[in-house]
C-alpha cells in the first residue's frame, strides 16, 4: 500500500459530509441564479447592458484568478515530495499554463494598451478559449489518472516545459500569425458559432471530468476528489455563461468571471489542502507515530513486561541520577531488596499462573507504599527493588520496610485462593552501604540473604560484615555437602514429657552437626542453606534412617522410649521421595509405624500441593504420626488440618514463652487448645522452661510438653541416662 493509499480522508482535509453538502448546496443556488437570469427578457438594457462587467473589473478578476494559478503552481511546486501524487503536479502546471493565458486574455481585452498586436475581441477570445480548453483537459486527464506519485521524480520538469511551450507556442502563434485562427468574434454580429461550439467542448470534457470526479468521491478515497468535483461542475457553469453572453460587458460575463473565482476558490481549497495542509498534518501524525513507537521501545527496553514495572536498567539509571543529584545534599539513597520466600515452592506445586498472578498481586500491593518519586522495580524472578531517591535519615528506609512487613501479614487472595506470602527484605543506604548502583544493590541483596537466613519474613540493614558472612555461608555449604558422606551429622533427642505424671511421651530428634573446626553447628545455622540448595534431601534421609535406627536400639534394649519424632522440611516434602525413605527406613529398622511421628512446620502448609496431601495420607494409614510444629505462625485452616487427619498441634514457642506474662500469648495458647480439643487433636507446648508455664499450661488443659524445664535436647548417652532417673521416678 502506498502512502497515499493509507490516508485517511479526515488526513487529508476532506471536508467533512456536512461541508460538502453546503457547497454542493451552494453550487445549485448559483446553478439556479444562471437559470434566472437567463430566463429574463431579453432585453439591451437589462442582459445586454455594458454596465454589467465594466473593463477593470474585468481586469480585477481576471488578475485575481491568474494570481490564484500562479499561488497554486508555486506552493505544489516548492512543497513537492517524491510522495506526493503526480495529479497535482499536473493540474500545478496545467494551472500556471492557465494563468499565463488568462494573463494574455486580459492583455488583449478590448479597452487594454497594445499587446505587441491592437487589442481585439477575436485576440482576447482566442487566449480565452485556449485557456479554457487547456484546463478542462488538464481536469479530464487528472480524473482518469489514479491518484499516485510520478513514476518518476524527473517527470515534473517535463509536464512544467509541456505547461510552458503550450503558452508560448499559443502566444506566439496568436501575436504574430492570427490568420491561423479562425474568427470566433465577428464585429456587429457577436460570437462565431465556432466559439459557441468550443465552449460545449470544454463543457463537455468537464462534464466527463465531473462525472469521475463525483462517482471517485462517493467512493472511500485519498484525495479531495469531491472538491474536484465542485471545481468541475463550477468550470461548467462558468462555460455555460460565456455560451450565453452577447458582449464583453454584459451580465453573462460578469456572472462568468465571478464564476470562475469561485472555481478558483475550489481549486485552491483543493490544492492547497492537499499540498500544503496535508503533508503538514502527516509530519504532526508521523512525529506523534514516532514519539508512539519510540516510547513502546522505551516501555520493552525498560518496564518488566509481567508487572509492567520498571526492570532493572531503569532502576539502574534513575540510581545513579538520585546518586549525582544527591552528592552534594545531605539526603540519603535506599535500595530495598526483596525476595518473596518460598516463591519457587508455590510456582512449583501451585502453577505458574499463581505465581504470575502473585507477583502482579504484590507488585500492586508495593507500588500502594511508595510515593511517585520512588521507583519500584522488579528484577526479575521473585524480586522486587524499591529505589527511595531522597531520604532526610536511613530512619526513613526503616519505616518502609516495617510497612512491607506489615503489609504482608494479610494473606491475599489470588485466583480466588488466599495465600500467606512474606518477603526477606535488605536494606542498603548511599553512601554508608556503597556510592554506586551496583555496590548498593549488591549489598541489598546481600542484607536480603541475612534476612533470610535469620528465619525470612524479616528485614536487615545491610552492615559490612555481612559480606563475610556470606562468604563463611558459601564455605559452610560446601562443607555440608561433605558432612553427610564424613559422618559429621548426629542426633540429639529432647524428651517430650506428660506435664500430670511426668511421664516420658516420646523425644524430638533434632540434627547437629559436629564441624571439624567450627565445633557443634546449631540447626538455624545450616538448615535454611541445606533448604535453599536442596541439600536437606539426603540429609533428611539420614535424620529418618538413623532416628528410627536409633529408637529400635533403644526398644530392643528395653529402654522405654515410646516415639521418636522427626522434623520434615517443605523441600523433603515436595521435592524428595518421603514416602519412599519412611518405607525404608522403617522396614530396615523393624521399627512399628507407630512409633515414628513426623513434623511438618505450619507455614509450609499451605504450599502443599494434593500429591503431597496423598503422600502424607498414606503415610498416616501405615500408621505414622503427624504433627504440626511451630503451630500458631502459619494459617493454616481447620478443614485443611481435618483434611490432613493430624495427630498432634506443637504450640510455637513464642507463644509458650510468653504464657504467664502476655494476655495476648495467653490467649492465642487457649484458642489453640480449645480448637485442637474440638479437632479431636492432642497439643504439645515446646519451649517451656519454668515450672510456672507448665502449671499454666495444665490449668489450659494441655497435657504435653517439651522444653528446657525437663531437659534440653541430649546426646544419645544422655538422653539414655535420663529416660532411666525418669522411669525411676515416674509414678504411673
Ligand atoms: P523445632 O522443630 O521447633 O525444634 C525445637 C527447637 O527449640 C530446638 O532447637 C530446640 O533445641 C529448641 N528448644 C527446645 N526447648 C526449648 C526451650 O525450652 N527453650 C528454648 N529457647 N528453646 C528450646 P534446635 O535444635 O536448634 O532446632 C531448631 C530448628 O531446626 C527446629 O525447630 C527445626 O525446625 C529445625 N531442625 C532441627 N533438626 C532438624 C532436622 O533433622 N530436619 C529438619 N528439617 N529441621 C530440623
Ligand atoms: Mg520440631
Ligand atoms: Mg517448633
Known sequence: MDQHSSLTSTDIGVASARQKRFARLWLALLGLLLLAVWLLPDSAELKQSNIWFPTWLHTVTEFFAIAVALLLFSVTWHSYRTDSAGNLLLLACGFLAVGLLDMAHVLSYRGMPDFVTPASPNKAIDFWLAARLLAAVCLLVVSLRDWQPLRRVGTRFYLLAAALLVVSS????????????????????????LKIQLEWVVILLLGVAAVRFWRAGRSAQNYDAHGLFLVA????????????????????????????????????????????????????????????????????????????????????????QALTSNQRSQLHVALLYMDVDGFKTLNDSLGHSYGDALLRALAESLHGLIRDSDTLCRSGGDEFVILLPDLDSPDDA?????????????????????????????VAVAPGDGRDFEALLRNAETAMYKAKQAGRERWRFFDSSMNEDALERLNLLNDLRQAVAANELLLHYQPQVDLRTGELLGVEALIRWQHPQLGLVPPVRFIPAAEESRLIVPIGEWVIQQACRQAMLWRQA????????????????????????VLQALSSTQLPAGMLELEITESSLLDYTDEVLATLKRLKTMGVKLSIDDFGTGYSSLAYLRKLAVDKLKIDQSFVRDLTSSADSRAIVMAIIQMAKSLGLATIAEGVEDAATAQALLQLGCVEAQGYLFAKPLPVAQLECFVRERAATTVS
Open 170 to 193: 499559443m502566444v506566439y502563434l496568436q501575436l504574430w500569425y492570427p490568420q491561423l485562427f479562425p474568427p470566433t468574434f465577428i464585429e456587429g454580429r457577436g460570437l462565431a458559432p
Open 233 to 320: 461542475a463550477m468550470s461548467i457553469l462558468v462555460e455555460l455563461c460565456f455560451t450565453a453572453y452577447t458582449n464583453v460587458h454584459d451580465i453573462f460575463s460578469l456572472l462568468g468571471h465571478l464564476y470562475k473565482i469561485i472555481a478558483y476558490g475550489f481549486l485552491y481549497q483543493v490544492m492547497f489542502i492537499s499540498s500544503v495542509r496535508e503533508p503538514y498534518r502527516r509530519l504532526a501524525r508521523e512525529i506523534a507515530e514516532r514519539q508512539a513507537a519510540e516510547q513502546k521501545i522505551e516501555v520493552l527496553a525498560f518496564y518488566d513486561s509481567l508487572t509492567g514495572l520498571p526492570n532493572l536498567d531503569l532502576l539502574r539509571d534513575r540510581t545513579a
Open 558 to 581: 528395653g529402654l522405654r522410649v515410646p516415639q521418636v519424632a522427626v522434623n520434615v522440611s517443605a523441600i523433603q516434602l515436595q521435592q524428595g521421595n518421603l514416602e519412599q525413605q
Open 398 to 426: 526503616a519505616a518502609i520496610a516495617d510497612k512491607i512487613m506489615r503489609l504482608l501479614q494479610e494473606p491475599i487472595t489470588v485466583l480466588g485462593r488466599t495465600l500467606s506470602t512474606s518477603l526477606s527484605l535488605g
